[in-house]
């Protein structure tokens, strides 16, 4: 049972089910039938002279030593659904330049994924001033060369909405400080921010200073324009655009970038370039 439960979710999680609800439909039923087993055996042990006296934990390492016998039984299960699984997330969207990771204060992936959002602006006939990327929304770098489809699932894996909204300078400056507090975010091309401490020392965009009287539009994630990651200031936005229908997705805005880039035979790139500075 152990051998199977580990070879089954480590195949899982090399593979995308064609049909997401379906899996997770199957992960209810067994976590269902597990607390009720779990349950049973606490009952159990209730009506026995033994005593619980301690609970003990360990991390069990999921890696490749589970793909050097694997079991048929896993195999089995995914089978039916590996072709269409395949078809679907092994296609080539687009390139990228060179390896892209997201890390604090600033990363190429977090600046691209930032400038991501402003380019899909024009869809909404929007002309965001500048966008704000979530570091803990990317939840995968991306390899050089060929970048597929499953690639940007595993990149953007929730559904996040691009979001637009107006925050006067002031509370923009108040949103760059709460930035600063959690070490940076991803931000787009033309925002300069100087920290220090967790604290911000300053604030530009496009060259010039923050206007605190002005007002800037921003494109962001609907998650954070609801005020999480502690960047509650979002909430005081005004003129919020946040469609929510599935192709609104950032995924695939994502994916429209990419596929944008690749027809004018363009291999993406980006680079740390000053946008978040720590001193």
């Known amino acids: ?64 030593r589970y793909d050097r016998q694997p079991d048929a039984a896993a195999q089995a299960f995914i089978a039916p659904y590996q072709h269409t699984v395949d078809s679907m997330m092994k296609p080539v969207v687009g390139k990228v330049a060179k390896y892209m990771a997201a890390n604090r204060p600033e990363s190429p992936l977090s600046n691209l994924l930032a400038d991501i959002l402003v380019w899909g602006g024009k869809e909404f006939n929007e002309k965001p001033d500048l966008a704000v990327y979530n570091m803990g ?6 390899a050089e060369g060929d970048v597929t489809w499953g690639n940007i699932i595993d990149m953007a894996p929730f559904e996040n909405k691009i979001c637009f909204l107006t925050l006067s300078g002031k509370k923009l400056l108040e949103l760059f400080g709460q930035m600063a507090s959690r070490g940076g975010e991803g931000v787009s091309h033309g925002v300069e921010l100087t920290i ?18 002005a007002n800037y539009r921003v494109a962001t994630l609907d998650y954070l324009a609801q005020g999480n990651d502690g960047l509650t200031v979002f909430k005081e936005g005004a003129n919020v655009v946040s469609p929510q229908e599935e192709r609104n997705n950032v995924r695939f805005v994502i994916m429209e970038f990419f596929k944008e880039a690749n027809s004018e035979g363009r291999v993406v790139d980006a680079k740390v370039e000053g946008r978040v500075v720590v001193k």
């Not at 609800?21 to 087993?37: D, R």
């Not at 929304?137 to 991306?142: E, H, K, S, T």
């Open 137 to 142: 929304g990317i939840r995968a770098a991306l």
């Open 1 to 64: 049972m152990e051998k199977f439960t580990f070879s089954f979710w480590k195949m899982l999680e090399n593979q995308y089910l064609c049909n997401r609800n379906q899996l997770f439909e199957e992960m209810k039923y067994c976590k269902k039938h597990f607390f009720v087993a779990a349950m049973a055996l606490m009952m159990v042990s209730c009506s026995t002279p033994y005593r619980m006296t301690g609970i003990e934990r360990s991390r069990i390492l999921i890696d490749n």
């Open 196 to 213: 220090s401490e967790r604290k911000l020392l300053s604030a530009r965009l496009h060259g010039k200073e923050i206007d605190p009287q």
